[in-house]
């Protein structure tokens, strides 16, 4: 049977009525409008169709239908549209139309004036209060269209059937109508058919100015005014009902119809405007009788310009004269200009035609007031002149031009309270109450950044100095730590004192050893550095009493000896990072649907209709991605997919934006991550694919790590070929010398800020280079930058939008890092494991906020140690609710779900799904189906951290058999999985520890281990690639033994060159936390910890499940563990296999060991060897 027969025709799905509320008007191919009844669920549906004709005119229609989808899910992915636009249900195609279904309720404007009664609202607009109604819409579809146009749409077609309404006396109108709409800078031509059908419209304006005019049309129509005589003295339509306007009203419609060369016509600007006309009908405004009062007392320049404009006319010395010019100049008509956002300015413009004043506020008598305005300076208006960035309003009332500050002062006590205040036009309304849910989530986001900055100023550690001398060319400076409120904050939250933390720093773990320090003045965050003294560690030594006296090297000594603090130089990097999120933080206030994502993803979670096409693409994909993708398309605005190592998270990302640039080629998409190691990973695998299939884009990568280039997508390589190719243009060629040298000198100093070694932020921050980098950021159809980077939070600011924002690594980022990307854009994706590396001190950070006494005494203490740069964020009120329980406890729990948000997310999603079995539609999606591990090792690491439930996928199982590419000589397992096993150290009771904790924590055994096994390493046979190696552990101080041993062995040998490395560098060796996202061919890992102890003390860091599946997860042909399996026995000897249990893991890891030594594996011999280190030396020799 063919597609068309197995259609169900319109009326086999809805009942349908005889009378249209539009009909279909094929000439210009506009749909039907009609109301019907769903037929399966008896609901009110309200439907616009495209009849199909049975000709090629049909794929014409087709073209309109999907155009028209297309842009609804584009505007939808805003903040805040769902309220702002006529809602679809579903998208369908029938044996006789193509069908959109809009949401019951809401139906044209025109269609409700049709069939509304005489007591309609819309019918008595002479009512202030329904007209109050009225430009409240305004203000909706004003807000609406401004969605539009930052997204680069144009309606094109603005009418009351575009309008959509319940007719309620109350504000709800909805815009709709998208299938003219035109993505301005569109790439691609659209298809041919809908350039045909386009070619039959009558005529239509492809500018913001046309949607403007359109929408103010509508009103005025409604308002019984002529459109086209809006400028005349009487506006009216000449028959036909009107209502008699207040003036600021036939303004507002005068500036949007036919705007002056000053006006601004754009969402802002008019939502002020209506804001004015609200307050005057309202009867909240100032007193409609009264004057302006404006000081004029003519400055020496202020009288050469008026010389200039009088053309010699009114003579410098004249002050009468000046007056009456200045009298008779406003006399003509003024309005008045403000900087656009200003709320409280301090100044002000006066427009006339030939002049501009500016204003102060008069403060002659006291305090500023703007009830009187003072004239500070007087200028020609050039034609043409327009003021940029700035709100203007029209005067209307009279100005009183007073001479002195006396006749202010009776002028003022005239008109007592009842003067009118020049900055009337910016009174804004009052503030809604705040919603409880965005408080308690704004609070908690607040209560994150404020723990975090504490914590990071208990890092600035007070000292003292006692002592200076001269040793060559520098100081040395003699230092001692001090008691200060510093330790009773540190007591509080159970950490350690100042004196404790540089005897582990400078004397244990060395960590502060090959660091810069400033000795400095200031102790707390937002200081300046100004008279700080940079610092090297030299060594400790003891003091006259027994005390530790730290020397460090400088070339200068501090201003005093008391009162000082040491600090790490890249300090001022932090306090710009919270001050970045601080000021980004803002957007909770503006979008709820980012509060809902916080708190309840679910709860708004629709399905967009969209299928995706099963092509080749698709068929490569597993089934578990297969999956993924189908959910994360069809559903918005928020998906997480949950991805374990080596599923193959980077492919499913590119196949989804290699999709959507086929699908939309204007599209945009911000790809996000914490790390730039992450992010340059997606952007690889991304790049690779869209260049394999010949799909085309305009890539963008913001700078990377200290403004590195780390990739020929960086925008500051992009700007430069974009200026390049301008440059070369007959455009340019052909240019006065003025633009050319222009585009010269932006070339040039973007090539000196690529190539200069130093920062160069000054250059990259000049106003010619950050309005081109903001093109090409704004041009780009993938963005990829960190979501903290400096490019993030200018966008934000710019309120610019992406149609997804993609977050790759999730579960390592806290909610305060995710809020910025996460507002550029209402169609959110979130990629990550919440099973691996947790985000930066989260076991520190959520034992704080976990504990109300912690939390109250660190906000206790907020103000002395943060509160000059958390001072206007909300910290005063956090302190206040900090002395409520409650209160608190409500915003501690928000703050523990804030500070996790994917971890959070995906619990509470998978812990609901279980619930409802399939009834509910799911926020998230899992990757189950690896390809990176050997399975005997995947094994492994789904037994221990993923239930058993990871599975291995047909093509790797079919890979496992092959021998493997290198060898530990004859005597060395092949087996997937080998344990050396190092001797525990209380097999005897005498044996010496074989870890150390001065520095913390090494172990010098199995650095001795790894470097025999290292040099014994080879690589086998021909390979057509170089295997890649890992050297792995979990303590930084390990992998610095651990990276000499390695040195030592290329120095003797020369086989390790054969191997190539896990990372982008050379290097051989990592930690946890740098290898997370790679992976090796060969992984060595050393486990360091072996002792005495039992339980969570004797493990460290091994006890951290999220942390051991990182490291034992990056093998892909084998894993070889160094460490004692005793120990880990007897460490883990009170511990069970219930997954609360917090060694749970290691006692199903010992158990999984114990099985696959019983197992075979594909390339013949067991799946786990545990072998002796005596053995592996026996071997050696």
């Known amino acids: 049977m063919s597609r068309k027969n197995s259609l169900p025709a319109l009326e086999d799905l809805f009942q349908l009525p005889e009378d249209y509320l539009r009909g279909p008007q094929s000439q210009v191919l506009r749909p039907a409008l009609i109301e019907g009844v769903e037929r399966t669920t008896g609901q009110d549906r309200l439907l616009k169709y495209w009849p199909k004709t049975g000709t090629d005119a049909d794929n014409e229609l087709r073209e309109l239908w999907r155009h028209e989808r297309l842009q609804v899910d584009r505007v939808m992915s805003y903040p805040g549209s769902d309220d702002l636009f006529a ?19 809401p139906m044209p404007l025109a269609g409700k004036l049709k069939t509304a009664s005489k007591r309609y609202w819309l019918r008595s607009l002479e009512i202030p209060a329904n007209r109050i109604v009225l430009w409240k819409n305004f203000v909706r579809l004003s807000k609406a269209l401004g969605i539009l146009h930052s997204r680069g749409l144009l309606h094109g077609r603005i009418d009351d059937y575009a309008v959509f309404t319940e007719g309620l006396a109350e504000p709800d109108f909805r815009l709709g109508g998208f299938e003219w709409s035109l993505v301005l800078g569109e790439p691609i031509p659209a298809e041919p058919s809908l350039q045909s059908a386009r070619g039959r419209l009558e005529s239509l304006t492809y500018s913001y100015a046309h949607d403007w005019r359109a929408l103010a049309s509508m009103f005025a129509k409604l308002l019984g005014v002529d459109p086209e005589g809006v400028r ?207 408080k308690t989530l704004r609070l908690a986001v607040l209560l994150v950044q404020s723990v975090e900055a504490i914590l990071h100023t208990l890092e600035i550690l007070p000292v003292e100095a006692v002592g200076t001398r001269r040793e060559g060319g520098r100081f040395v400076i003699q230092i001692v730590p001090r008691e200060t409120d510093r330790d009773k904050i540190a007591t509080a939250i159970r950490g350690r004192k100042t004196v404790d933390v540089m005897e582990a720093m400078f004397d244990k773990d060395d960590q502060g050893v090959d660091v810069d320090w400033r000795i400095s003045t200031s102790g707390g965050l937002g200081g300046s550095g100004t008279g700080d003294v940079p610092a090297r560690f030299v060594t400790a030594v003891k003091g006259p009493s027994g005390e530790t006296v730290y020397e460090f090297s400088a070339f200068d000594v501090p201003q005093r000896e008391d009162a000082l603090f040491l600090r ?50 698709f068929n490569d994909l597993d089934f578990a991605k297969q999956a993924a993708l189908e959910a994360l398309w069809s559903t918005a605005p928020t998906h997480l997919v949950v991805g374990p190592p080596g599923v193959g998270k980077t492919k499913l990302v590119s196949e989804l934006l290699r999709r959507k640039l086929t699908t939309e080629p204007a599209i945009s998409i911000l790809v996000s991550a914490q790390s730039h190691q992450a992010l340059d990973h997606v952007l690889r695998s991304t790049s690779r694919l869209l260049s394999q299939t010949g799909t085309d884009a305009i890539i963008v990568r913001s700078p990377g790590p200290d403004g590195a280039i780390s990739t020929d997508d960086d925008i500051r390589l992009r700007a430069i070929g974009y200026l390049d190719s301008a440059a070369r243009s007959k455009l340019v060629s052909s240019a006065p010398e003025g633009l050319r040298s222009g585009i010269a000198e932006l070339q040039e100093a973007f090539k000196k800020d690529v190539s200069s070694k130093t920062s160069s932020t000054e250059r990259r921050e000049s106003e010619g280079m950050r309005a081109h980098t903001a093109l090409v950021l704004e041009s780009a159809n993938l963005v990829f930058s960190t979501s903290t980077s400096s490019d993030v939070e200018r966008l934000v600011d710019e309120g610019a939008q992406f149609d997804w924002t993609v977050i790759e690594e999730a579960a390592k980022a806290t909610g305060p890092d995710l809020l910025a990307p996460l507002a550029l854009s209402g169609r959110r994706l979130f990629i990550g494991d919440h099973n691996q590396l947790p985000p930066f001190d989260s076991e520190r950070i959520c034992s704080i906020l976990g504990n109300g006494s912690s939390v109250r005494a660190l906000i206790g203490s907020a103000d002395k140690t943060i509160g000059p740069l958390f001072y206007d964020s909300g910290l005063d009120e956090l302190i206040a609710l900090a002395q409520n329980d409650e209160e608190l406890t409500k915003i501690r729990k928000m703050a523990l779900r804030v500070f996790e948000p994917f971890r959070a997310l995906v619990v509470e999603d998978e812990s609901r799904r279980a619930v409802a079995a399939g009834a ?27 239930r058993g439930r990871l599975e291995t996928s047909p093509r790797r ?225």
């Open 957 to 1181: 199982k079919a890979k496992a058999s092959k021998p493997l590419p290198f060898s530990f000589g004859p005597d060395f397992p092949t087996s997937p999985l080998v344990f050396v096993d190092m001797p525990h150290v209380s097999r005897t009771g005498n044996a010496r520890p074989v870890e150390s904790d001065r520095p913390r924590w090494n172990n010098p055994t199995e650095v001795k281990m790894v470097a025999d096994l290292l040099e014994r390493l080879k690589v086998t046979g021909q390979v057509e690639e170089k295997p890649s190696l890992a050297v792995l552990a979990p303590y930084r101080s390990q992998l610095q033994r651990l990276n000499s041993a390695v040195d030592l062995v290329k120095l003797k040998h020369s086989s390790l060159s054969g191997f190539r490395s896990f990372n982008d560098d050379e290097n051989f060796c990592g930690t946890v936390d740098s290898s997370q996202g790679t992976e090796a061919d060969l992984v060595v890992v050393s486990l360091v910890r072996n002792n005495p102890q039992t339980g969570v003390p004797a493990l460290g860091f091994l006890r951290d499940s999220r942390r051991m599946n990182v490291l034992l997860s990056r093998a892909r042909l084998q894993l070889v563990i160094v460490g004692s399996l005793e120990f880990l026995r007897e460490a883990s000897r009170h511990a069970t296999d219930d997954q609360k249990d917090e060694l749970s893991f290691i006692v199903r890891f010992l158990k999984t060991v114990d099985q696959l030594a019983k197992q075979a594996c594909d390339r013949g011999g067991p799946a786990a060897t545990v072998i002796g280190a005596h053995e592996v030396r026996r071997g050696r020799r």
């Open 87 to 105: 809602g679809v249900v579903a998208m369908i195609e029938t044996l006789d139309a193509f069908c959109i279904v809009h949401e019951p309720g």
């Open 920 to 946: 509910r539609r799911s926020a998230s999606s899992e990757l189950l189906i690896q390809h990176r591990m050997d399975p005997k090792i995947a094994h492994l690491i789904s037994a221990c951290f993923y």
């Open 568 to 617: 790490k130089s890249g300090d001022h990097g932090t306090e710009s990072l919270i001050k970045r999120r601080l000021r980004t933080s803002r957007v909770l206030e503006e979008q709820r649907d980012l509060v809902t994502m916080f708190t309840d993803p679910r709860r708004n979670l629709r399905a967009t209709g969209d299928t995706v096409e099963r092509d080749q693409f």
């Open 232 to 438: 005349r003295q009487d506006p009216y339509v000449e028959e036909g009902d009107f209502v008699e306007l207040t003036e600021i009203e036939i303004e507002l419609l005068r500036t949007a119809i036919d705007p002056d060369r000053e006006d601004v016509v754009e969402s802002k600007a008019m939502t002020r405007r209506v804001a004015a006309i609200i307050r005057e009908l309202s009867g909240r405004n100032a007193p409609r009788t009264g004057n302006f009062l404006l000081l004029f007392r003519p400055s020496r320049k202020m009288a050469e310009a008026i010389y200039d404009i009088s053309e010699g006319a009114i003579d410098s010395a004249d002050l009468e004269a000046q007056r009456s010019f200045v009298v008779s100049d406003l006399a003509t008509g003024a309005r008045v200009a403000v900087p656009e956002g200003e709320d409280d300015p301090d100044h002000l413009f006066l427009l006339t035609d030939t002049t501009s004043y500016r204003l102060h506020p008069f403060s002659d008598l006291g305090a500023a007031t703007w009830q009187v305005a003072v004239i500070v300076s007087v200028m020609p208006r050039k034609a043409g002149f327009a003021m940029r960035d700035s709100e203007v309003f029209p005067i209307r009332h009279s100005i009183d031009v007073l001479s002195n500050k006396e006749a202010a002062g009776k002028a003022l006590a005239q008109v007592s309270g009842n003067a009118i205040e020049w900055t009337l036009p910016l009174v804004r309304e009052g503030a809604a109450e705040e919603d409880p849910e965005t």
